[in-house]
């Protein structure tokens, strides 16, 4: 058993020090449980007027003083930490997601799909889907607007992910609603960390959430407040993909019906 908990809260805008700051008195005095989760672009906020703006404040995920923050924690607590954060790499800007543990980064996860403006702002990330090893289990990530897509989170399933942590800056009212059925459908934990507040005029909704692999909500945050919400959870729940004493969720798949899904079509024409 360990536990999983998300640090709802709301970013200060272009502030990287302040955002610091927030988390720090939020934490103040914590233990923090085995994985915690923060929200999506948790350094820098989100609403970027333009690329030159979000361009002035990134930075490489290797020279970040917010990751340089939470690393510290991860070390003096021995547990393992996913944020959002602006990273700057090359001439490219992306929607970045990093697994830390007490020895430093473990994985980096750069977001596929981006949500409206964000295409204007950032690279979409284009290296293959994958998941970790680490000592509290296989964890995987995604960042917010993933959630549409079901392929990403099966992908990451059938990778031996027990968690999929999925930094959020959700915006639309009924996103949390399809997290449990992906928690269910891939007999997986999912652990949906979401901010709080508004920035120049973009509102976001809270109600962080946590669902285990059979659809049940572990523990919800409301829309507004900030602070920690946990769970405890058994990774191994993960691994047990029985949905009937003679139904498995992969093994009863037919994947020689789904090749048009790899197609590169806008319509997939009826048979």
């Known amino acids: 058993m360990i536990r999983a908990g998300i640090l709802q809260f709301t970013p200060a805008f272009l502030n990287r020090e302040e955002s610091i700051s927030r988390v720090e008195r939020l934490l103040d005095g914590v233990e923090l449980p085995e994985l915690l989760v923060l929200p999506e672009l948790a350094d820098s ?3 970027f007027p333009d690329r030159d703006c979000a ?6 995920v290797h020279w970040n003083p917010f990751l340089d923050y939470l690393h510290g924690l991860a070390e003096a607590q021995g547990t393992h930490i996913v944020s959002g954060v602006l990273e700057k790499a090359g001439n490219q800007l992306y929607n970045t997601s990093v697994l830390l543990g007490p020895a430093g ?3 980096i996860y750069r977001k596929v ?3 409206m403006g964000e295409k204007d702002i950032f690279s979409p990330g284009r290296a293959s889907l994958k998941t970790w090893p680490t000592a509290i289990g296989r964890i995987g990530m995604q960042i917010c607007f993933d ?3 079901p392929e990403p989170w099966r992908i990451l399933a059938m990778q031996d992910a027990d968690l999929i942590a999925h930094p959020s800056n959700l915006v639309l009212p009924f996103a949390q609603q399809v997290i449990p059925a992906y928690a269910l459908v891939n007999r997986v934990f999912i652990l949906t960390a979401n901010r709080t507040g508004s ?3 973009v509102s976001f909704t809270g109600r962080s959430l946590i669902a285990g692999p059979d659809g049940r909500l572990l523990a919800q945050a409301t829309e507004q407040a900030d602070g920690m919400i946990q769970a405890t959870l058994a990774p ?3 691994r047990n993909k029985m949905i009937t004493f003679s139904n498995h969720a992969f093994r009863d798949r ?3 019906l789904y090749g048009p899904l790899t197609e590169d079509t806008q319509r997939i024409e009826p048979f």
């Open 236 to 238: 191994e729940e993960a």
């Open 105 to 107: 980064i473990i994985g």
């Open 45 to 47: 906020g989100y609403a």
């Open 147 to 149: 959630w549409m897509f």
């Open 254 to 256: 037919v994947p020689s």
């Open 55 to 60: 361009w002035d404040i990134a930075m490489p």
């Open 199 to 201: 920035e120049n005029g």
């Open 113 to 115: 799909h981006l949500f």
